[in-house]
Structures are given as C-alpha cells and as structure tokens.
C-alpha cells in the first residue's frame, strides 16, 4: 500500500501562485491531481505520466497550471500560477499503480488506486 501526503495548500490572493506537492511512500506510475469545491464533485485537474515527458489537463487550468515530478523522490508537483477564486477547492493527488506505458496520462479517477488526504487551497478576490 503506497501512501501520497499533500502539502503546500493555504490561503492567496487572486492572481497569487501556490506549489502542491504530493510525496508518494512507493514507486507510483501515472499521478494525478484532483479538486473538489464545496458542494461540487471531484474534477480531474491534471495527469503526468511515469516518465514525466507527458502531461494532461483540463481546460479549465490549462496554460496556468503545471505538473513535474522528481521520481528519484517520488514526489509530484502542482505548481498553480494566476489563481482564480473559482480555484478554491481541496486538492487531491492520485497515484496509479499499474505500469501502462512511459507516456500513459490516466485521466479518470477510476484509474488511480491511491489517494492522499488532500490540502486545502484558498483564492480570495
């Protein structure tokens, strides 16, 4: 069983930038991140894939936010710049234990068989 902490979530301004990591206990393939608002489902933000050349996201961050990861610490990264208010949700990564492929970006929550607790990120205008 592969544990994920999060960490890097808290309050910031409109426009303001925030880094998320997610710290994996084990080797760990595709990895993902995820948002839930408050009365609202889980959305997929974003994917990076095993050998980190890929990456995924959805429209609502593409071209503000972005994924890295550093293997040799099995960590992924969520750096998020020109954050909105409607950003505001509790940020979750995923990890997916199934090798598929150097360049696999698993995109639906069904995917991922481990998750982290979350952190909580705060936009205020």
């Known amino acids: 069983q592969v544990q994920l902490i999060e960490s890097g979530g808290g309050l910031v301004q409109a426009g303001g930038s925030l880094r998320l990591s997610c710290a994996a206990s084990?080797?760990?393939?595709?990895m993902g991140w995820f948002r839930q608002a408050p009365g609202k489902e889980r959305e997929f933000v974003g994917a990076?894939?095993?050998?980190?050349?890929?990456?995924y996201y959805a429209d609502s961050v593409k071209g503000r936010f972005t994924i890295s990861r550093d293997n040799a610490k099995n960590t992924v990264y969520l750096q998020m710049d020109s954050l909105k208010p409607e950003d505001t949700a509790v940020y979750y990564c995923?990890?997916?234990?199934?090798?598929?492929?150097?360049?696999?970006?698993?995109?639906?929550?069904?995917?991922?068989?481990?998750w982290g607790q979350g952190t909580q990120v705060t936009v205020s205008s």
């Open positions: 990076i894939s095993w050998s980190g050349t890929n990456t």
């Open positions: 084990g080797r760990t393939y595709s």
């Open positions: 995923a990890a997916d234990r199934a090798y598929r492929s150097n360049t696999y970006t698993a995109r639906g929550a069904r995917e991922y068989d481990y």
